[in-house]
């Protein structure tokens, strides 16, 4: 079995293996207690991104400023219509004040560590997506207090700035530095034509990784997702509503109004849809002591419906991308 059959095998069964992460986590995680194992996320995403990273070069870099176009989009729509859609939704479906905090709290929460390997996956701009995840980041800091001051009554978030921060070293700057790094030195020593060759490996890399972390998040969440059934069928329509709208809007707002090419397209979608359900549970914790750790409930629930969600919205990427360029075409 060659590389290139691995690679169609990860990805045209996508939908199974990441059910199959999702199930064998929940399982082993209610047999024994691998909380610990939330400590294997952030070394799991740096080596599922890194792969991805590997296919920016430096002169790729010299192109950012045609990126400001899907920055502002991502921007927008997680920091602006993103909670105002789940505010909707809380309120229609009256989750009540600590449901509605914990959920207003994740829709403005950054790009989620996945969220990069999507795009990857998805064959998105790389280049769009890390500059995307570098701002989400940075305003973050920001927005958490300003938020927290009208979601919660005056109150005043301590937002955790080194969680934030070595997340997004992680998440971007280390991937990032290391790809382009990986990428010139193997071009410089062998070539190009060589690099191509191992381009298919690279992919093998971040889909092993992706259902290993998707394992490992389950796995280390199995005991509150269990302990909780009965909140998962009140997230549910909050939850399938809020990730079907907001793709449907991207798909929408993309294609029709910014008219963004299918890469660019798919760096908005994955880092504006994947939000940060560690980040979001860590600040409501630190924040509100006891009664954080039963909102951050909410969010860990969440986890559920996002993963599977995005992993299905992946595995139709082919057909995003000849509707994108359907559009090109007919212009």
């Known amino acids: 079995m060659n590389i290139d059959t691995v690679n169609k095998n990860l990805s045209g069964n996508m939908l199974i293996y990441a059910l199959v992460a999702i199930l064998a986590g929940i399982f082993f995680g209610n047999i024994w207690n691998l909380n610990w194992m939330s400590a294997l996320?952030?070394?799991?995403?740096?080596?599922?991104?890194?792969p991805m990273m590997v296919n920016l070069s430096l002169s790729s870099l010299k192109r950012v400023g045609e990126h400001?176009?899907?920055?502002?989009?991502?921007?927008?729509?997680?920091?602006?219509?993103?909670?105002?859609?789940?505010?909707?939704?809380?309120?229609?479906?009256?989750?009540?004040?600590?449901?509605?905090?914990?959920?207003?709290?994740?829709?403005?929460?950054?790009v989620s560590s996945m969220g990069l390997g999507y795009i990857g996956l998805a064959e998105g701009h790389m280049l769009s997506g890390a500059m995307i995840t570098a701002a989400a980041f940075v305003l973050s800091i920001f927005i958490y207090p300003l938020a927290g001051h009208y979601l919660a009554s005056g109150a005043n978030l301590?937002?955790?700035?080194?969680?934030?921060?070595?997340?997004?070293?992680?998440?971007?700057?280390?991937?990032?530095?290391?790809?382009?790094?990986t990428r010139e030195y193997m071009e410089r020593k062998h070539g190009s034509e060589r690099f191509l060759k191992l381009k298919p490996y690279f992919s093998v890399v971040t889909q092993l990784f992706l259902y290993l972390l998707i394992f490992v998040i389950f796995a280390s969440e199995a005991g509150v997702v269990l302990k909780n059934i009965g909140y998962i069928w009140l997230l549910l329509p909050t939850a399938i509503?809020?990730?079907?709208?907001?793709?449907?809007?991207?798909?929408?707002?993309?294609?029709?109004?910014?008219?963004?090419?299918?890469?660019?397209?798919?760096?908005?979608?994955?880092?504006?849809?994947?939000?940060?359900i560690a980040l979001t549970i860590a600040i409501l914790i630190s924040v509100f002591g006891a009664e954080g750790q039963y909102m951050a409930v909410f969010p860990a629930i969440m986890i559920l419906f996002q993963a599977p969600f995005l992993i299905i919205y992946l595995k139709f990427s082919h057909r995003i991308k000849r509707l994108f360029t359907y559009e090109k075409t007919n212009k």
Not at 241 to 266: A, C, D, M, P, R
């Open 158 to 181: 301590d937002i955790p700035i080194s969680l934030i921060l070595q997340n997004l070293i992680v998440v971007l700057v280390l991937p990032l530095l290391f790809g382009i790094a």
């Open 68 to 110: 400001k176009k899907p920055l502002g989009a991502a921007l927008m729509i997680n920091f602006v219509f993103a909670p105002l859609l789940m505010y909707i939704l809380t309120s229609v479906f009256a989750l009540g004040p600590q449901i509605t905090l914990a959920l207003m709290l994740l829709s403005i929460a950054p």
């Open 241 to 276: 509503l809020f990730y079907t709208i907001s793709i449907l809007f991207t798909v929408y707002v993309n294609k029709n109004i910014l008219k963004l090419e299918y890469g660019q397209h798919q760096s908005v979608v994955f880092t504006s849809t994947s939000k940060n």
């Open 41 to 50: 996320t952030l070394p799991v995403v740096f080596i599922m991104i890194y």
